[in-house]
């Protein structure tokens, strides 16, 4: 039982462009929300999160736009760098009464920056 | 400021022994926490330590065992090794226990079991 999910294992964009990562997840309890970017053999690197009480949060060329009603959230980057060739993760967290600690991975979306 | 420390980066083991990984969190969080990345699938939650206290546990065998010390380092034991421990197991920490506080990750420690 997948709880969240990233249905495009890969997303190929120019540089410059709009690049936007989706995610959806199952559980309405879930109350955080966090997108990480990781390279090979290296950790997964914090980009930006989101709590459930908003709709938007944006950091730099970094913003996710939480969908409560539809369980969806997505990470647009703009504009769209090589540097920014990498796998995205989303994650989410919380059961809707306390701290589990847990956080709940996608399986990553592969994102390559053509120059 | 220091990141997450894991060592060591890689560890290669035989089926039925036993490994220890550690790790030192960022300076001033109290709050560890272990994930499983085996080939081919995601992130898996595998424990999460507090003030020296396991807070959360991931749906693991009890041969996946972890403890955390007064300086809030942290070590994952992983007991009669079987070939899918085989896997990139990732510390992460964050200041507390708040709902809202980020998890920061280490560079992962490598086991392969033979």
Same mark, same amino acid.
């Given at each position: 039982?997948?709880?969240?999910?990233?249905?495009?294992?890969?997303?190929?964009?120019?540089?410059?462009?709009?690049?936007?990562?989706?995610?959806?997840?199952?559980?309405?309890?879930?109350?955080?929300?966090?997108?990480?970017?990781?390279?090979?053999?290296?950790?997964?690197? /914090?980009?930006?999160?989101?709590?459930?009480?908003?709709?938007?949060?944006?950091?730099?060329? /970094?913003?996710?736009?939480?969908?409560?009603?539809?369980?969806?959230?997505?990470?647009?980057?703009?504009?769209?760098?090589?540097?920014?060739?990498?796998?995205?993760?989303?994650?989410?967290?919380?059961?809707?009464?306390?701290?589990?600690?847990?956080?709940? /991975?996608?399986?990553?979306?592969?994102?390559?920056?053509?120059? | =400021?220091?990141?997450?420390?894991?060592?060591?980066?890689?560890?290669?083991?035989?089926?039925?022994?036993?490994?220890?990984?550690?790790?030192?969190?960022?300076? +001033?969080?109290?709050?560890? #926490?272990?994930?499983?990345?085996?080939?081919?699938?995601?992130?898996?939650?595998?424990?999460? #330590?507090?003030?020296? =206290? =396991?807070?959360?546990? +991931?749906?693991?065998?009890?041969?996946?065992?972890?403890?955390?010390?007064?300086?809030?380092?942290?070590?994952?034991?992983?007991?009669?090794? =079987?070939?899918?421990?085989?896997?990139? #197991?990732?510390?992460?920490?964050?200041?507390?226990?708040?709902?809202?506080?980020?998890? #920061?990750?280490?560079? +992962?420690?490598?086991?392969?079991?033979?």
């Amino acid at each position: 039982d997948q709880q969240v999910k990233q249905n495009s294992p890969s997303l190929s964009v120019q540089e410059g462009r709009i690049s936007i990562l989706n995610c959806d997840y199952t559980n309405s309890m879930f109350d955080y929300f966090l997108w990480y970017k990781k390279y090979p053999a290296e950790g997964p690197t /914090f980009l930006i999160s989101i709590s459930s009480i908003k709709d938007k949060n944006e950091d730099g060329r /970094f913003t996710v736009f939480l969908n409560k009603s539809a369980k969806h959230l997505s990470l647009h980057i703009v504009p769209s760098q090589p540097g920014d060739s990498a796998v995205y993760f989303c994650a989410a967290s919380g059961d809707g009464s306390s701290n589990t600690g847990k956080l709940i /991975f996608g399986q990553g979306t592969t994102l390559q920056v053509k120059p | =400021e220091a990141g997450v420390t894991q060592s060591p980066t890689h560890l290669i083991k035989t089926r039925g022994q036993q490994a220890t990984l550690r790790c030192s969190p960022i300076s +001033g969080h109290t709050s560890v #926490y272990w994930y499983q990345q085996a080939l081919g699938l995601g992130l898996q939650f595998l424990l999460w #330590y507090d003030e020296g =206290e =396991e807070r959360n546990r +991931g749906n693991f065998p009890p041969r996946f065992s972890g403890r955390q010390f007064p300086n809030y380092s942290s070590e994952l034991n992983v007991n009669a090794l =079987e070939l899918e421990d085989s896997a990139l #197991y990732l510390c992460a920490s964050s200041p507390g226990q708040g709902w809202t506080d980020t998890q #920061y990750f280490g560079p +992962g420690t490598r086991l392969t079991v033979l």
